[in-house]
């Protein structure tokens, strides 16, 4: 496998980290996907911080705003002071040396984006997590990173709390609320100083770990480099999005998730343009919120844009420039009815966890009826048939995607999976036309994705055969207009316990009290018996098939 040569992918003279964990559990070189940086705003220098890239010198620009949320407008300069006072809170008071693991919870707020960035700034590693996640899936994401601290908002301490077992004593002890009524890190940052000298991290220390559900339902940590946070902001929003100082960014996905902490916040930053970060946003609370902030440029997954699409008439969105989906498939319908109610064309893009953001989109002029779009210029993709070798036009197989970021799972055994002689296998089946445009086929694995949510069938199966009346159970994605698919569970009961829909409704409750509450199944079908091979593996292809 080539390895790139120029100064951006050498590895570093040393690391700045003195907790070598991260480093320690990087699956083997020879495992990596190839890594390229054929582009020159990619070289970056040996020694990078990229918190002190994105904001230390747009802070020394007089009044330009960073963020807008619900109660707060921070300039960047004020956004720094936050930063910088958290980084001392974290390398000061609570004692942090450098390579340590972060968790991260919050909603998409200013507090929220001040801790990641001051976080990876004091050269520790940021781990967030989605404000919906569960005791349960939060002790498995706690457990595989081994963190050593906690930042949490006031608002979600009940299932960090609920954790089992729980966390170790020297994280409690390093366990910060932020929010509400205690405030305890607002209290401390109070008496920090207010500027922090950027941690001298090299730039290929790991800075983000991001979970990903697998197929399993066991949580994959993907690791990212400060140049990857870096990369991701200039490949896609430099040359499809074009984005501009005068932008101001919106949208929905958490910052947890790749796809929002890039779209709302990284991407903004690189330019100096500015974030708009709202809670709980609805699709109509988002159009006014667009109207409201004179936002220009939005993030969010076609499930969002088909109900806005709907209610677009009712609100002044002559502001708005550009309107980024991913997450999930955009159908052609939702994309054409986006276009006749704001005379916007969607971009359209595909990205991973793994690969951190958008690695395949088409904008303007250059988007296809049909299509995804071409590799964003940083990246290259191709379709991988059977044999594992590229494949020429109008043939399905596997998406295939090399560039500047790639994945490196944390102590995972299934990095063999992920990467073939230097390539991303994506898991999504795609077909390339002649003009070198790719097409969504389907998804290669059990992944159910709904509305823009990544759902592993196994892990709510694993949560459905905990509730005592169930015996057996096959989860599947089901395909839904509204939202891409939904989780259909297919049951079998124990024979004491008859069906009904109240029990369907006690199950699904069950489900949301033990995992994210968006993962649970919209449809339950009670059968007596799931279709098995000899050997007993479950036939989900014949729950797929079957009539809903």
């Not at 109070?190 to 220390?205: G, I, L, M, S, W």
């Not at 829909?501 to 033990?514: E, G, H, T, W």
Request: aromatic share 6%; with cysteine; net charge negative.
């Amino acid at each position: 496998m080539t390895r790139p040569t120029d100064s951006s992918a050498s590895i570093a003279p040393a690391s700045a980290h003195t907790d070598h964990f991260a480093r320690d559990h990087l699956p083997p070189p020879e495992l990596w996907p190839e890594l390229r940086f054929d582009l020159p705003e990619l070289q970056y220098p040996p020694r990078l911080n990229c918190v002190a890239e994105l904001l230390d010198g747009a802070a020394d620009v007089d009044g330009r705003t960073a963020i807008l949320g619900e109660h707060a407008s921070w300039s960047y300069a004020a956004l720094r002071e936050r930063v910088d006072r958290i980084a001392h809170v974290l390398r000061g008071p609570m004692g942090l040396e450098a390579g340590n693991r972060v968790l991260l919870r919050g909603a998409n707020n200013p507090m929220m984006a001040a801790c990641i960035l001051a976080v990876i700034k004091a050269g520790c590693i940021a781990v967030p997590t989605m404000p919906l996640l569960r005791a349960r899936e939060l002790s498995a994401i706690a457990g595989k990173s081994q963190i050593n601290a906690v930042l949490c908002a006031e608002s979600l301490r009940a299932e960090l709390e609920a954790v089992d077992p729980p966390l170790p004593p020297a994280v409690r002890a390093n366990t910060l609320w932020f929010g509400g009524e205690s405030c305890q890190l607002e209290a401390m940052m109070a008496a920090q100083p207010a500027r922090f000298e950027a941690v001298d991290t090299a730039a290929d220390d790991v800075c983000l770990i991001s979970f990903t559900s697998g197929t399993t339902g066991i949580p994959k940590g993907t690791m990212h480099f400060h140049r990857d946070v870096l990369a991701i902001c200039d490949c896609f929003p430099r040359s499809v999005l074009r984005s501009r100082p005068s932008d101001v960014f919106i949208g929905t996905p958490p910052l947890a998730f790749t796809f929002g902490l890039g779209g709302l916040l990284l991407f903004p930053l690189r330019v100096g343009a500015a974030a708009v970060l709202l809670e709980k946003l609805t699709p109509e609370t988002l159009l006014k919120a667009i109207e409201k902030y004179r936002a220009t440029v939005c993030f969010t997954a076609p499930t969002f844009y088909r109900q806005m699409a709907q209610m677009a008439g009712d609100c002044d969105l002559a502001s708005l420039l550009a309107s980024v989906s991913a997450g999930e498939a955009l159908p052609p319908a939702t994309r054409e009815a986006w276009r006749r109610a704001t005379g916007l064309e969607m971009i359209d893009g595909i990205g991973a966890t793994e690969l951190l953001h958008i690695f395949i989109s088409a904008a303007g002029d250059q988007v296809r009826a049909g299509a995804t779009g071409k590799p964003v210029p940083g990246y290259q993709a191709c379709i991988l048939g059977q044999d594992g070798k590229p494949v020429g036009p109008g043939v399905i197989g596997r998406l295939a995607v090399k560039g500047p970021t790639g994945c490196r799972y944390l102590a995972d055994a299934r990095q063999r999976d992920y990467v073939l002689d230097g390539w991303n296998l994506t898991g999504d089946a795609y077909e390339m036309d002649a003009d070198g445009y790719f097409y969504y086929r389907s998804r290669t694995d059990d992944m159910i994705i709904s509305a823009g949510y990544n759902i592993a069938g196994p892990e709510v199966e694993d949560a459905l055969l905990r509730h005592p009346a169930v015996a057996e159970c096959g989860v599947i994605g089901r395909a839904d207009e509204e939202r891409g698919q939904i989780v259909e569970a297919h049951v079998v009961l124990k024979p004491e316990v008859a069906p009904s829909p109240q029990l369907a409704a006690q199950l699904q409750d069950f489900v949301k009290q033990q995992i994210a509450p968006y993962k649970y199944p919209r449809s339950i079908r009670f059968l007596k018996a799931l279709p098995r091979t000899e050997t007993g593996k479950l036939q989900r292809f014949k729950l797929r098939t079957e009539n809903p």
